[in-house]
C-alpha cells in the first residue's frame, strides 16, 4: 500500500529455480558471483568502467541480515554518456529479502546534477516448492524543479524498463540452463555476444549451403571465408543502424525541449 502511489512495475512474478533466497544472492548477487551484475551490464547493457564496491555488513544476526554496496559505471544514451551511482541497500529476514536502489545519474545534456534520481526494490521471496519469485518496482523522484520534468520522467521511466527486460532476459537464460551456473564464467566479457553470433552466422550461411555438414567437410577453408563475410556485412549494418538510431534520439529530444522554451514577446520600439 505504501508503494502503490507513483510506483511503477518492471518486473512482476518472476519465477526462478535457485533453492533459497540465499541461493539468489550467492547466484547473481553475490561480489564474487558468477551472474553477478558486473557480467550483465558489461555483456547485455555495454556499460563501460564499470565498478562493484563489496558488500559491507550494517546488521548481521541468526534471523536477518542488512547488505549496502555501491555501483558506478558509464551508461550509453542516446548520444550521450551518463555517469550512474548505484546505492544498494540488501536486506534478508528468514525466507523474504529485499534490494533497495537508489541510482543517480549526472552527465545529461541539458539536465542540471541532482535534479532527480530513481528508486527501486526488489522484493525476492521462497515460495513452497523450491523456487523464488522476484518483483520489482521503481519510482522517479524530483529533488528540483524543472520545465523539463516530463520529458525527463518519461526518458527515465523507459530507460528504467528497459534495463530491467534486458535483465529478466539474463535470468531467464541463466534458469534454462541451471547446471551450469557455476561452470560457465565467461573468459571474457563478451562471451555471450560471440555465442550470439555463432547462432546468427549458422542461421544465415544455411540460406546459402543447404547441405552445411556435407559441404564443410569437404571445403572448410571456403566455409570459414563465407562465415567471415557474413560477420563483415553484419557488422556494418549494425554500425549503420547504430548512428541512424542516435540521431533520431538526438533530433526527438531536441524538438521536446524546444515545446519548453518560452517565447519572450517583442516590445515595438515608438
Not at 541461493?23 to 565498478?51: P, R, Y
Not at 567437410?217 to 542516435?246: C, D, M, N, S, W
Request: hydrophobic content about 40%.
Amino acid at each position: 500500500q505504501q508503494l502503490a502511489k507513483g510506483w511503477e512495475s518492471a518486473i512482476v512474478n518472476l519465477r526462478l529455480p535457485c533453492k533459497s533466497v540465499q541461493d539468489h544472492f550467492d547466484f547473481f548477487l553475490m561480489d564474487d558471483a558468477t551472474n553477478s551484475l558486473n557480467v550483465f551490464q558489461s555483456d547485455a547493457m555495454g556499460d563501460k568502467h564499470i565498478s562493484i564496491g563489496a558488500w559491507q555488513t550494517d546488521v548481521s544476526t541468526e534471523d536477518a541480515k542488512t547488505l549496502s554496496r555501491t555501483i558506478n559505471y558509464e551508461h550509453k544514451s542516446g548520444v550521450s554518456i551518463a555517469n550512474v551511482t548505484r546505492k544498494q541497500t540488501y536486506q534478508r529476514c528468514g525466507s523474504h529479502a529485499c534490494l533497495k536502489n537508489v541510482t543517480n545519474i549526472k552527465g545529461i545534456p541539458a539536465v542540471p546534477s541532482d535534479t532527480f534520481f530513481v528508486e527501486d526494490i526488489w522484493f525476492i521471496d521462497s515460495t513452497i516448492n523450491e523456487g523464488i519469485i522476484l518483483s520489482v518496482k521503481f519510482n522517479i523522484k524530483f529533488t528540483k524543479s524543472t520545465m523539463l520534468k516530463s520529458i525527463i520522467k518519461n526518458r527515465a521511466m523507459a530507460e528504467t524498463k528497459e534495463w530491467y527486460r534486458q535483465y529478466s532476459l539474463f535470468l531467464r537464460q541463466m534458469q534454462q540452463k541451471p547446471p551450469l551456473l557455476k561452470e560457465i564464467a565467461p573468459t571474457t566479457s563478451s562471451a555471450k555476444s560471440n555465442s550470439d553470433w555463432v547462432e546468427l552466422l549458422l542461421s544465415s550461411a544455411r540460406q546459402y549451403m543447404p547441405d552445411l555438414s556435407t559441404w564443410s567437410h569437404t571445403a572448410p577453408i571456403l566455409f570459414l571465408v563465407v562465415l567471415a563475410l557474413i560477420i563483415y556485412q553484419l557488422k556494418q549494418r549494425v554500425v549503420v543502424l547504430e548512428e541512424i538510431l542516435e540521431e533520431f534520439e538526438r533530433r526527438l529530444f531536441e524538438l521536446e525541449k524546444s515545446q519548453f522554451v518560452v517565447q519572450l514577446p517583442t516590445v515595438e520600439t515608438p
